[in-house]
């Protein structure tokens, strides 16, 4: 059985405070049985070739239900997951039974019938859940989770009848806002019962979704294509608006309505036909004339088969299943659909804005849903005999006090303490220089009209000045400025910048400083990708709109980026803090980052991200990015990159680590044991590698930032946005009972309701008490390299995100193969793909497992900032 470590008491340090929370206590639960079913729903007359949507088969089941309750249920209510599994407070029939029930489901105005086949396939003794709560035996989130998910389908049903549901959340359009490109933002909240210490809650909070807007298709992409109305789609559509279109409508469910089809059909749409409609053509027998087949286009068979002119048959066809073919304007997108793909700057934006509420109005909005749902009146609630208190729970919090920031000894006030997570560098001048800047230059990708070179000139100038004053030297005040074009082959332009330093062959540029035209990704990953592996390059990019003002902040900015990739640092905890937090230990800090392919990006690679310190201070960092098979959460090869993170930390202190803390992030509380069984030992594993006997303390946290607690502060114990301050911890109540865990609020936000990570600790050799854990973690997150601000995430974990994030610079998003994007000038440690051999790395380069390396001349450094 595994274990986790657990704190025999909470934290003390800091002033107390009490916080409402988005919890609401559970009054009762089930103390004993809910059994679990297996359901299969399918036609009385054949079968599914494919599982229908979830709210179609929720749609099925609740009509059985309503059928079927009182009387071969017995009145016995059960709740439904819309896909295999329901959970029941009472058996509805014998463990050895399948009980069949026959119901009529109308859809898009045809009746149709089927079976809904009960079976039992497992009966959860609920009492696990008070032996969890009061950690009496040797029980873990994952051991309880059955239960867990039985008493949130039974809170979510309440939901189901009122709001469009999605897993544990649930939206309604009531409370919408249009966006661009044929999307619509929609309100709602997230159910889930969430375990405490001695307590079981259900945790409410606020969410935002992005949905299909439903109604006519060509409107629709009117709006998509950014048209006036579709009376301006009177052209042919191109090939970028064709591949638009086909990526927007991918996979979603449509209704075709025109008075040749008895009400509305659905279909989903599989792809756009190659030609317009009147000139896509097929072979048709005429039903008037048997016999008789002629070639006819699309248009012409509507005119002639339905008496329809189309009004677009310029446009192409929408290609449904069995390759059927619908004209767009006779379509409409079907209601209640969410859009899974990824949200364009614009949308993003616009997300933020709608999703951002004052903490007051959150909390408030949470207690209305409360009121709204009413939980405790409901039939379905009580007869799983759960009832709740009628308010948010209050917890005991701390904040934590600020740590010393410090600058080089010229500086004015070279130590400072911030107030509210902030501070000004005015005066302040870098804690270490990086290596002077004498071999640099310029690239100009925007057009000279609008970026002519005098104020490129002025704006270097700006910059040189605000290097120097800050403590980072440029020996070059001048450098060579070229214009190149952002649409060609940015490698080559990159090359020929480089080339006007006129260097030794031995020699190459520092530093190239891009100025480019626009957001645009795919620039931007260009540049990336050629700087990363084939010209081993550091790069600064900057947008072109900035150029004109120089203003003094945003230089500032540039030179803390600068500095950091060139080796230096800009800010620090002062030695002796550190060496007492970390009882002077030689320590290396390790983060980890899974991220994977957005939705809709089939097999593409997931990639891991490692990242290690190479200093004492745990101020500056090498990163190793492991690419693995699309999807796969737990990290392959991460002894290897272990092994290199203990050889750098040695290399650059000539010291050996005593202490390893190791930040891991991308994992859920499912997965702790599984990361406490693997990673683990991988870490153990590599030590012993490097020297037999060499075993130093390891330390390792989960750190978990997308969930849905939140805090809000009582009285006037907030900031002056009304959210939590910078230190705020909470660790207990709340806080899993089978292991250490913590919330820590280690920022101050500007906009909306302030989130906490969640930080839980899996594996703890070195013993730290709760105080010293919470203030580590908290001091750190003060030393992000390139902000005058304390940030969310601890910073080993904010460097392995960005090193994830640039990861897309690397690979198939530039045109590039990934077995090009990993040969010859980038390379990798590690061998051929573990799972199918080299052939299936051939065949299939997403399935490979190996470690992708930067250029040489990166590999080392902070390339990432």
Request: proline share 6%; charged share 20%; glycine share 6%.
């Amino acid at each position: 059985m595994v274990s986790f470590p657990r704190a025999a008491i909470s934290g003390t340090a800091g002033r107390r405070q009490r916080l409402t929370s988005n919890f609401v206590k559970l009054q009762s639960y089930p103390k004993e049985e809910v059994f679990q079913y297996d359901i299969d729903i399918a036609p009385a007359q054949g079968e599914f070739k494919k599982l229908p949507p979830a709210d179609y088969m929720r749609a099925v089941f609740d009509n059985a239900m309503r059928t079927h309750r009182t009387g071969r249920l017995g009145g016995t209510p059960m709740v439904y997951d819309a896909r295999k599994i329901a959970f029941a407070p009472k058996r509805v029939c014998a463990p050895t039974e399948t009980l069949t029930l026959e119901v009529s489901h109308i859809d898009a105005g045809r009746s149709e019938q089927f079976l809904v086949r009960i079976h039992e396939s497992a009966v959860i003794n609920m009492s696990v859940l008070t032996e969890y709560i009061n950690n009496t035996g040797a029980l873990h989130i994952q051991d309880v989770q059955p239960a867990l998910n039985a008493l949130d389908l039974a809170f979510g049903s309440v939901a189901h009848g009122e709001m469009v549901g999605f897993g544990r959340s649930f939206f309604t359009r009531t409370q919408s806002m249009q966006t661009q490109r044929g999307l619509e933002l929609w309100r709602g909240f997230s159910l889930s019962v969430r375990p405490g210490e001695g307590k079981l809650y259900l945790n409410v909070n606020t969410a935002v979704t992005a949905m299909y807007m439903p109604g006519p298709l060509m409107a629709i992409i009117a709006r998509l294509l950014g048209v006036r109305s579709e009376g301006d789609l009177d052209r042919r559509l191109n090939d970028m608006q064709a591949r638009e279109i086909g990526s927007y409508l991918r996979g979603l469910r449509l209704l075709v309505k025109h008075r040749g089809i008895k009400g509305s059909r659905k279909f989903s749409f599989k792809g756009l036909t190659k030609n317009p409609l009147d000139k896509e053509s097929f072979d048709w027998e005429d039903p008037q004339r048997p016999g008789s087949v002629e070639n006819i286009t699309i248009a012409e068979y509507y005119k002639r088969r339905y008496n329809l002119r189309l009004n677009y048959p310029h446009m192409p066809g929408l290609v449904g299943r069995r390759g059927a073919v619908f004209p767009i304007e006779l379509c409409e997108v079907a209601e209640n659909q969410r859009y899974k793909g990824k949200l364009d700057d614009q949308q993003t934006a616009d997300m933020v804005r709608f999703a951002c509420q004052r903490p007051g109005d959150n909390r408030s909005r949470i207690t209305e849903v409360m009121a709204q749902l009413d939980f405790n009146n409901n039939p379905v609630v009580r007869a799983f005999g759960l009832t709740l208190e009628n308010k948010l729970a209050e917890v005991d919090a701390r904040v934590l006090p600020a740590p010393t920031i410090q600058y080089h000894a010229s500086s004015r006030d070279a130590r400072i303490t911030p107030n509210g997570g902030a501070w000004n560098m005015r005066d302040k001048r870098v804690a270490t220089a990086g290596v002077p800047l004498d071999r640099w230059a310029v690239l100009v990708l925007a057009n000279q009209r609008m970026v002519p070179a005098s104020s490129v000139e002025r704006f270097v100038s700006a910059l040189v000045n605000t290097c120097r004053n800050t403590g980072y030297p440029i020996r070059e005040g001048r450098p060579p400025i070229r214009y190149g074009n952002p649409n060609g082959d940015l490698s080559r332009e990159l090359s020929a910048t480089c080339d006007m330093l006129k260097l030794p062959k031995n020699e190459c540029a520092q530093l190239v400083l891009i100025i480019l035209p626009s957001t645009n990704a795919f620039t931007y990953q260009a540049i990336k990708n050629a700087a990363y592996t084939t010209h081993g390059i550091q790069t600064q990019c900057m947008q072109s709109r900035h150029v004109q003002k120089a203003n003094p902040q945003y230089c500032a900015n540039l030179c803390l980026k600068i500095n950091a990739k060139l080796g230096g640092t800009n800010q620090m905890l002062p030695p002796t803090s550190m060496q007492a937090m970390l009882n002077k230990q030689p320590t290396l800090f390790l983060g980890c980052d899974v991220t994977h392919p957005a939705p809709g990006e089939g097999d593409r690679p997931s990639m891991a991200s490692v990242v290690g310190s190479i200093d004492f201070m745990g101020l500056r960092y090498a990163a190793t990015l492991i690419q693995l098979p699309s999807r796969q959460e737990m990290v392959t090869k991460l002894q290897e990159a272990i092994v290199r993170h203990l050889k750098l930390f040695y290399k650059y202190t000539k010291t050996k680590p005593k202490r390893i803390i190791f930040y891991r992030d991308g994992v859920s509380e499912t997965q702790f044991a599984q990361v406490k069984d693997r990673e683990i030992i991988e870490i153990s594993r590599a030590c012993a590698s490097l020297e037999p006997g060499y075993q130093p303390e390891v330390t390792f946290l989960a750190v978990l930032k997308r969930h849905n607690t939140r805090f809000f502060p009582m009285g006037r114990d907030g900031d002056r946005t009304g959210n939590c301050v910078p230190g705020t911890v909470v660790d207990s109540q709340v806080t899993l009972p089978s292991m250490t865990d913590f919330y820590l609020f280690a920022h101050a936000a500007i906009q909306g309701t302030s989130r906490p990570t969640h930080y839980y600790v899996l594996h703890d050799d070195s013993r730290f008490s709760q105080d010293e854990l919470q203030q580590l973690t908290y001091h750190l997150c003060y030393t992000y390299a390139i902000c005058t601000r304390s940030v969310s995430l601890v910073p080993p974990v904010y460097y392995a995100h960005r090193v994830a994030d640039r990861a897309r610079c690397h690979f198939a998003d530039m045109g590039v193969a990934f077995e090009e994007a990993t040969s010859s000038s980038s390379g990798y440690y590690g061998g051929a793909g573990t799972r199918t051999g080299a052939s299936m790395a051939r065949n299939d380069p997403s399935q490979i497992t190996k470690i992708v390396r930067t250029h040489p001349r990166l590999d080392e450094s902070m390339y990432f900032m």
